[in-house]
């Protein structure tokens, strides 16, 4: 009778075994998500504020989305690549050319993001990480006086670490919660006639707190 008894206990954990496999999060395969946060561009460490203002940056609210791809190599290591592309509401509010960190009045644009990650499982539905890659920003320049944008922008390229957490919320869906520093350190004026500047050094510095929630295929 006992051995009746083990046989058919070993038998349904081996059927429920798999059903069980099935159902838990992983952080493995495609991933598409959507991300909200704070945004905060500055001057960086080598940009003197000369006339006793702190006035030498703008803050808005992030908004885009990315895509990515993770595996999962064993004993909670995760590797990962990835993608952003977002928007901002940044923007001066001071209506000249002076101080704003070296650009002018101008209005955060676009950011393209391309990146990888590592990450460690820390419980069955948790993973810590870091990341880290390239970033290419646009500046938009305000007209003068006015809210009205030019077609004139400033280029920026630079780069971008930073750390976050990632909870599995179901099979298939999760939400991360993530702090990123860029730093922008080449760049160039695409002008409203088509044209490019040549090249010149900036130093420009970039703080993110942002929320992002996505899905696993």
């Known amino acids: 009778m006992r051995k009746l008894i083990a046989v058919s206990l070993l038998a349904t954990t081996a059927v429920a075994a798999p059903a069980i496999a099935q159902t838990d999060p992983t952080f493995t395969g ?6 909200l946060g704070y945004d905060h561009t500055g001057a960086g460490s080598s940009v003197s504020n000369n006339n006793g203002r702190d006035d030498q940056k703008i803050d808005g609210l992030l908004f885009g989305g990315g ?15 990835e993608a952003e592309l977002t928007g901002s509401t ?23 993001y391309v990146g990888g990650r590592v990450g460690y499982v820390v419980a069955p539905t948790t ?9 290419n920003s646009k500046l938009k320049v305000l007209a003068g006086d006015t809210n009205q944008t030019t077609d004139n922008k400033f280029n ?8 976050g957490a990632e909870h599995a919320m179901g099979p298939n ?18 002008y409203a006639t088509g044209g490019t500047s040549g090249r010149f ?5 970039r703080h993110q707190v942002v929320a992002s929630y996505g899905f696993r295929f």
């Not at 869906?173 to 730093?183: I, P, V």
């Not at 050094?201 to 510095?205: A, K, L, P």
């Open 30 to 35: 495609p991933r598409i998500e959507g991300t």
């Open 201 to 205: 050094d900036v130093d420009t510095d």
């Open 173 to 190: 869906t999760y939400a991360k919660l993530e702090y990123r520093y860029s730093n922008y350190e080449r760049s160039n004026i695409d």
């Open 156 to 163: 920026l390229d630079g780069w971008r670490i930073g750390a």
């Open 67 to 81: 895509i990515g791809y993770d595996i999962a190599t064993g004993g909670g290591l995760v590797l990962g690549a």
């Open 90 to 112: 940044a923007k001066s509010d001071r209506y000249d050319y002076t101080s704003d960190f070296g650009f002018g009045r101008v209005k955060q644009g676009r950011d393209i």
């Open 127 to 135: 993973m810590l990480y870091v990341k880290g890659g390239y970033t």
